[in-house]
C-alpha cells in the first residue's frame, strides 16, 4: 500500500450528516492526521475528484445530487461512505424522511463505520478506497 | 439593469454543510437572497413516536455534530423538568464545565472556518489544531471526540476526577497562551481587516427586528445571552457577556475570540466552586414515564437554543420541538446578503456560524 | 494597522520551522487511545442469557436477539458506541472496548447476503439455555421502562 501510481483526489458531500462525521473529515486535512501525505487532495469539482467519500444517508431532497455528483466523477471511481448514517442509516435509519445508507443510490465500495467515524478510521478507509481504485484502473486498462 | 441568478450550493467548497442559497444579482451586487432548505432534513423530531423517550437523548444529540452536548444535556434538562427529578449537585457542575469546554471546541472550529473561508489556510490549520486539545480532553472524560453520549436523564453518566479537573485546567490554560497567539494574528492582520472589517454590518436595532441570536447579536452590541437568567447555576458565577458594537464581520470574530477566553475563565470559577471528593453520585434514575409539557433554554455556541417538550405518560413523547440558533439567524444573514458584493458572499454566511443539520434536522 | 510589512505570522512560522512536526504519521505511528474511550462492542457468548434487553434498549436498533434460536448478532456498520447496551447487561456478557471499528469493504457481503460488519454468535447446549430462559424471565420482570 505504500506506493501508487497517481495521487487521487477526493470529493466530500454531505447527505443529511449531522456535521459530526464532516468535521471529522475536515480533521483530517489538519495537521495532526494530514490526509495529504497520501496525495490526497480535497477539490470541490466533481470532475477533477477519483474518490467520492459521502457523509450521511440518503434522503428524498439530496437523492438526486448524489446520483448527479457520481454521474459527473470520471472513470474508474470509488464510493467511501464515512460514519453510521452513511453506511446503513445508523440511528436515523428510522426516520420518516431517511431512505437509508449510500448503498441504496451509489455502489459503496468502502465502509467507514463509527458515530462519529474517528480520523484514524477515515483515513484507513481512503486508503482502502486507493487500493480499490488502484484495482479498479487496472482491470480498465 | 440585467438580472442574474447565480446558485449557491448545495455541494460548495466554502461550507461542507449544504446550504443552498439562490443569490439574485445585479452586475456584482446581491439584490436578493432566495434560500432552500430540506437537504440535511431527517426527520427528527417525528422519531419521537418511535424512539422510546429514554434513548431519544441519543436522537437529539445528534441534532448536530458540532453541539451534540448541548443538545444531549438540554433534551435532558426538558426532561427532569417534567419528571421533577433532583439532579445531584456534582452532576450539574460537570455538565457545564462540559458545555463550556463545547463551546470553546465549537468557536475554535469556526474561528478556523472563518480563516479558511477568507483564504487565510495557515490560521485554519492554528486553530484546529488547538481543537484537537479540546477534543483529547473530552475523549479521555467522556469516551467520545464529537458524540459525547454523557447526559442521561437524572444526571450524567462519568466523574472526571479532582485530578483531572485540575489537569484539564491547566491545560486549557496552555491552550489560552497558545490562542493568544493565533488571536494577535486575527486581531493585527491587515490582510484579514480588509476582508472583514465593515463587510456585513448589522445595527443593534435591525439586531433587534430580526431577532438576531448569540455572538451574532453581542456582535451588534445588544445584551443577550441566555446564561444571564441564571439557570443551570450560572447565578453562582461571576458572568458577564462579551459585547462589541461595531456589528460587522469582524465583530463577529472579536466576540468568538473573547468569547474562548471568557469560558476558560468560567471553567476556573466552575471547578472552584463544584462539590469534591471521590464517589459523590451523579445520576438520579427517574421513575416511570413523563407526564406534561416544558420549555427549556440554553445558551449555545451559536445563541439561544428552545426546547419543547410535551409527555403523555406513554414511553413515547408526544411531541419534541427544538428552535435551533441558526434557524433564528437566517433572517438576519439574508438581511446582510442583500446589497453586498458577491464576493463577500461567502464571508458573511460564515459569519453567522450557520449549523444547517441543526436548522433542517 | 495598514502597513503592509507588519508580519503577525512570522514568530509562529518561525517557531514552527524549529519545533518537531504536528503530524501523528498515522498507519506507521499510532496513538493507544485513552481508558474509557469507546470503541467495539465485545460479547461473550458464554454469559448471555438471551434476555433481549440489549436489542429493545439500543437506539440504533443494531442488536438482533434470538431467545429460541439462541443467537445473538449486531450490525457493526449500525451501531453508534452510546455504550447503552452494556450499560444494561446484567450478565456483563457485553463490554465496550477501546479498539476502534473496523473498517469494511464491500467485498465482505456474507453468505446469506448478510451486510459488510454484521457479526453473529449462537449459543451452546440446551441444558445451559434453560436455566438462561428461566433467568430471562425473571429479568425481564425487573427490566426497567415498561
Keep these: ?141 | 439593469m440585467k438580472r442574474t441568478i447565480v446558485p449557491f450550493g448545495p455541494q460548495h467548497p466554502v461550507l461542507a454543510e449544504p446550504l443552498v442559497l439562490d443569490l439574485v444579482l445585479e452586475d456584482e451586487k446581491v439584490i436578493d437572497a432566495i434560500p432552500t432548505i430540506g437537504y440535511i432534513h431527517r426527520g427528527l423530531e417525528a422519531m419521537v413516536d418511535r424512539v422510546e423517550y429514554t434513548e431519544m437523548g441519543f436522537v437529539v444529540e445528534r441534532i448536530c455534530g458540532i453541539c451534540s452536548f448541548m443538545h444531549g444535556m438540554g433534551y435532558c434538562l426538558a426532561l427532569e423538568s417534567i419528571m421533577s427529578v433532583e439532579v445531584p449537585d456534582r452532576a450539574r457542575w460537570l455538565r457545564i464545565i462540559w458545555a463550556e469546554i463545547s463551546r470553546i471546541q465549537s468557536h475554535l472550529l469556526w474561528l478556523g472556518l472563518g480563516a479558511d473561508a477568507f483564504g487565510f489556510e495557515n490560521l485554519f490549520m492554528h486553530c484546529w489544531r488547538m481543537r484537537e486539545e479540546i477534543l483529547d480532553i473530552f475523549e479521555k472524560t467522556t469516551g467520545g471526540r464529537i458524540i459525547h453520549s454523557v447526559n442521561r436523564i437524572g444526571g450524567v453518566k462519568r466523574d472526571i476526577s479532582d485530578s483531572e479537573l485540575i489537569a484539564i485546567v491547566a491545560r486549557l490554560d496552555g491552550l489560552g497562551k497558545a490562542f493568544e497567539a493565533t488571536a494577535r494574528v486575527f486581531a493585527n492582520d491587515p490582510s484579514i481587516r480588509h476582508r472583514m472589517s465593515g463587510v456585513g454590518v448589522l445595527s443593534m436595532a435591525d439586531a433587534r427586528a430580526v431577532d438576531a441570536v448569540g455572538p451574532m447579536a453581542r456582535a451588534s452590541g445588544v445584551r443577550m445571552d441566555t446564561r444571564l437568567a441564571g439557570q443551570n447555576l450560572y447565578d453562582q458565577i461571576e458572568f458577564e457577556p462579551v459585547l462589541e458594537t461595531a456589528g460587522d464581520c469582524l465583530a463577529r470574530v472579536v466576540v468568538r475570540m473573547r468569547e474562548v477566553r471568557q469560558s476558560i475563565d468560567l471553567i476556573h470559577q466552575m471547578v472552584d466552586k463544584m462539590p469534591k471528593g471521590e464517589g459523590l453520585p451523579l445520576e438520579n434514575k427517574p421513575r416511570g414515564n413523563p407526564s406534561g409539557e416544558t420549555f427549556t433554554r440554553l445558551e449555545q455556541p451559536r445563541g439561544e437554543v428552545v426546547y419543547y417538550v410535551k409527555a403523555n405518560g406513554t414511553k413515547y413523547l408526544e411531541r419534541f420541538r427544538a428552535r435551533t440558533p441558526t434557524f433564528a439567524n437566517i433572517p438576519a444573514m439574508i438581511k446582510l446578503v442583500k446589497g453586498c458584493d458577491l464576493a463577500d458572499v461567502p464571508n458573511i454566511i460564515l459569519t453567522i456560524d450557520p449549523c444547517i443539520s441543526c436548522t433542517e434536522r | ?146
Design chain 1, 1 to 141: 500500500m505504500s506506493f501508487f501510481s497517481k495521487s487521487p483526489w477526493i470529493l466530500h458531500y454531505d447527505a443529511s450528516s449531522c456535521n459530526g462525521c464532516d468535521i471529522e473529515v475536515l480533521a483530517c486535512l489538519t495537521p495532526l492526521y494530514d490526509l495529504e501525505r497520501f496525495g490526497v487532495v480535497n477539490t470541490g469539482n466533481p470532475k477533477h475528484a477519483d474518490i467520492l467519500l459521502i457523509t450521511g444517508s440518503v434522503n428524498e431532497r439530496n437523492i438526486d445530487i448524489i446520483r448527479n455528483l457520481y454521474r459527473q466523477m470520471p472513470d474508474p471511481k470509488v464510493v467511501v461512505a464515512v460514519g453510521a448514517c452513511a453506511c446503513s442509516g445508523g440511528i436515523f435509519a428510522r426516520a420518516y424522511n431517511i431512505q437509508g445508507g449510500i448503498d441504496k443510490v451509489l455502489p459503496v465500495d468502502v465502509y467507514v463505520p463509527g458515530c462519529a467515524a474517528r480520523p484514524e478510521s477515515i483515513i484507513d478507509g481512503v486508503v482502502q478506497g486507493i487500493g480499490a481504485l488502484e484495482q479498479k484502473r487496472r482491470k480498465s486498462a
Design chain 3, 1 to 146: 494597522m495598514s502597513n503592509p510589512f507588519r508580519l503577525p505570522m512570522a514568530p509562529r512560522a518561525i517557531r514552527n520551522l524549529f519545533s518537531k512536526p504536528a503530524t501523528r504519521r498515522y498507519p506507521y505511528e499510532i496513538r493507544p487511545r485513552f481508558d474509557g474511550a469507546r470503541g467495539t462492542i465485545k460479547f461473550d457468548v458464554d454469559t448471555c442469557n438471551y434476555c433481549t434487553l440489549c436489542a429493545k434498549r439500543c437506539p440504533a436498533a443494531a442488536i438482533t436477539v434470538s431467545r429460541e434460536d439462541r443467537t445473538w448478532a449486531i450490525e457493526h456498520l449500525t451501531c453508534i458506541g452510546c455504550n447503552v447496551c452494556v450499560e444494561v447487561c446484567a450478565k456483563k456478557s457485553l463490554a465496550m472496548s477501546t479498539e476502534a471499528k473496523h473498517v469494511h469493504t464491500h467485498a465482505e457481503v456474507g453468505p446469506q447476503g448478510q451486510r459488510p460488519g454484521h457479526e453473529e454468535w449462537h449459543g451452546a447446549d440446551p441444558a445451559i439455555a434453560a436455566a438462561a430462559a428461566k433467568a430471562a424471565a425473571e429479568l425481564s420482570i425487573d427490566a426497567p421502562s415498561s
